[in-house]
């Protein structure tokens, strides 16, 4: 996919739609997801290929750290109506967590958009410390998933 700052508007006369990757058919392309934590350095993760590989990465987050999430994206083609992230979070095969966030509506636009989820803390406490699978999926208000993926998180008592 071509980036942002490359990119050429064609736009349809009959339909009003702005289409500004034409090789690719998709309306909403997610770009990547960053974990922000104040003080560091962001870690993130590249979603505009292969998801797949994703499964088998993990990064380490300190207990109890406040981190926000920042999802960047594309929209072309038409409106983007009632975009939602979901999180569900499983440690062993259990779920143990399910957050939804209410990203918004999007016009087509050129560039990358961003948003950023509210504050969230990382589990504490020695019981809380492990690995943890999570599975991300980025759909609309006409539940059409746009992107679904997953990655280990592992929660330790420092950085290291």
């Keep these: ?9 064609v736009v349809n006369a009959e339909t009003s739609s702005a289409v500004f990757w034409p090789e690719d058919p998709r309306t909403v392309m997610v770009q990547s997801m960053s974990f922000v934590v104040e003080g560091r350095e962001d870690y993130t993760f590249d979603l505009s290929g292969d998801v797949s590989s994703l499964e088998d990465q993990s990064f380490i987050m300190k207990e109890g750290t406040a981190y926000n999430i920042r999802i960047n994206f594309c929209v072309q083609r038409e409106i983007a109506s009632g975009l939602r992230l979901r999180i569900t979070t499983a440690r062993k095969g259990i779920n143990v967590d399910k957050q939804s966030y209410m990203v918004g509506c999007y016009g087509p636009k050129g560039e990358v958009q961003t948003y950023l989820t509210p504050v969230a803390e990382a589990p504490s406490g020695m019981i809380a410390r492990g690995s943890y699978k999570m599975t991300c999926s980025f759909l609309d208000d006409d539940k059409k998933m746009h992107l679904r993926w997953s990655f280990r998180m592992d929660v330790k008592k420092d950085w290291e």
């Design 1 to 9: 996919m071509a980036e942002a700052d490359d990119c050429v508007s």
